[in-house]
């Protein structure tokens, strides 16, 4: 039932709105735009006239939702590229496969492509550092190659990790404990140590500055302060009331940072581990990634879904398992969020086998294991499908690239600019009958009201609507009020006028 209703949903090439003035439908294209950032449409009197309605309609008949938001310098569309291997034999090197891989994801709607740790040298291989690109030529290069194609690049950097074999290491930027996996020792440094924040924050913007990136992705690795039974380091300064509901030292450095990138007029992107949302009275990031190391889908859903937006889901492959590709979007559309795609070169876990780099044994590290699998695989099957990323499963799946394509242009009219969504209803006008218990109904209304229906249970399931509706991508469908959705399935909906 879900591969059918997903086949439906993005069989159109077109949407239908409304012309305000004549009342008659026209065929608006969803295919993006070129450009990266977000663009308001040009309203005319009776376009205005029609959202404001839409809008209207909505708040009398929408009583009450978990969240409710206007949408505004949203881009859904993003990926973790994949540049190359790190650590190396070899540094990477952008070529015309880049170019081709670039061209392929922009014309599938990716507009914000984001590196990770692999663009630096962390180990130091390579004369660099965890500042400075492996190949700072071929780093430029390719960010030129994004540019070009009306997308915008952000790299990774960390204000917290920091590789304790360094040789710029201090004992006293960290309280005890490491991350130690693969080619990682990484203490956490903390958010109260002066001469961490001296040493990190000219060489965190310095990044932006001297490669031409458009922002940065903190992975803030990050231990909270509030009752950390290890004593702080003689350079802290525990200048702020530490609570358990909010990390003040945390949220200070943070705040410098983020300035910063805003100056620029940059994007800046949080992880904060699994499905955490950094815990700040205010908010300092632009996006906030989810789902690393967590083993369940539905458990990134059920923890991220009352996030502050714009959230990116990066479901972790490696942890869990997919029943089906399009679970993804089950997970992700009716909460107003979208999964980051993994592409780029082939992620062939060879960096889980280079010489003379200290590993754990394999059995004490279970993300060496998964990446030398990777590597055996990929060795066995030259030709693909491949892996793109640490959290890829393996053996890899296939058409990953075409199904985020397909979605994402049917999510892209639900949220585009000043469109004011509501997420999960529980008490509306818009139904004869409460939901069940394992459906959800959200609503984005603009110059046209989309109605997201989300089956979460096992059991075929039948939802009334008050109005009438027709499968979105479908305006010659014949509208309707009854929906029957399949175990695990749902429907975008556009509502009928």
């Not at 977000?38 to 309605?53: A, G, K, N």
């Not at 001469?195 to 690795?221: C, H, I, K, Q």
């Not at 509706?469 to 929906?483: D, F, I, L």
Request: net charge neutral.
């Amino acid at each position: 039932m879900f591969r059918r209703q997903f086949i439906r949903a993005v069989a159109g090439s077109a949407l239908v709105t409304l012309n305000g003035s004549s009342g008659s439908h026209e065929a608006r294209s969803t295919v993006p735009t070129a450009d990266a950032e977000p663009v308001m449409r040009s309203y005319t009197r009776e376009d205005h006239r029609r959202r404001l309605l839409n809008i209207a309609e909505c708040e009398r008949v929408i009583k009450s939702c978990m969240r409710k938001h206007l949408i505004t310098g949203y881009v859904p569309g993003q990926v973790s590229y994949n540049l190359g291997e790190y650590p190396c034999r070899k540094p990477w090197d952008p070529d015309d496969n880049d170019e081709r891989e670039l061209d392929q994801l922009r014309d599938g709607g990716i507009r914000l492509v984001q590196i990770m740790e692999d663009w630096n040298d962390l180990l130091r291989l390579f004369g660099g550092d965890k500042f400075t690109a492996v190949n700072p030529a071929g780093l430029r290069r390719f960010i030129d190659m994004v540019h070009k194609r009306g997308m915008k690049i952000i790299l990774y950097v960390s204000t917290g990790y920091f590789q304790r074999s360094d040789p710029d290491f201090r004992v006293e930027w960290a309280r005890s404990g490491s991350v130690r996996s693969i080619h990682w020792d990484l203490a956490r440094c903390s958010p109260a140590s002066p001469s961490w924040r001296a040493y990190l924050l000219p060489r965190t913007l310095r990044v932006m500055d001297e490669y031409g990136a458009d922002g940065l992705y903190n992975d803030w690795g990050y231990i909270p302060i509030h009752n950390n039974p290890n004593p702080p380091t003689k350079d802290e300064v525990l200048a702020f009331r530490e609570a358990a509901d909010h990390d003040a030292a945390l949220e200070d450095l943070v705040s410098l940072v983020y300035s910063e990138v805003k100056r620029r007029g940059n994007i800046y992107k949080m992880h904060a581990d699994g499905n955490n949302c950094p815990r700040t009275r205010t908010k300092l990031y632009d996006y906030l990634w989810v789902g690393e190391g967590v083993n369940r889908i539905d458990k990134v859903r059920l923890e991220s879904k009352n996030h502050s937006p714009y959230v990116i889901p990066c479901f972790d492959l490696a942890a869990s398992k997919l029943e089906t590709e399009d679970e993804m979007y089950l997970s992700t559309i009716p909460y107003m969020q979208f999964p980051l795609l993994l592409a780029g070169r082939p992620f062939t876990g060879e960096r889980g086998v280079i010489p003379g780099v200290e590993y754990l044994p394999e059995e004490q590290d279970y993300y060496l294991r998964h990446f030398r699998k990777i590597w055996k695989y990929y060795q066995q099957h030259p030709d693909g499908p491949f892996a793109y990323g640490p959290w890829d499963s393996c053996p890899p799946r296939s058409n990953v690239k075409e199904t985020h394509a397909l979605w994402l242009k049917r999510y892209l009219p639900l949220v585009e600019e000043g469109t004011w969504a509501y997420l999960e209803i529980s008490d509306s006008e818009l139904f004869p009958k409460a939901l069940p218990a394992d459906v959800v109904a959200s609503v984005f209304a603009n110059l046209d009201t989309y109605l997201v229906l989300a089956n979460y249970g096992r059991r075929d399931i039948t939802v009334d609507t008050i109005h009438t509706y027709v499968p979105a991508g479908e305006p010659s469908a014949v509208p309707r009020k009854a929906w029957m959705l399949g175990g695990r399935s749902f429907e975008i909906l556009r509502r009928h006028v």
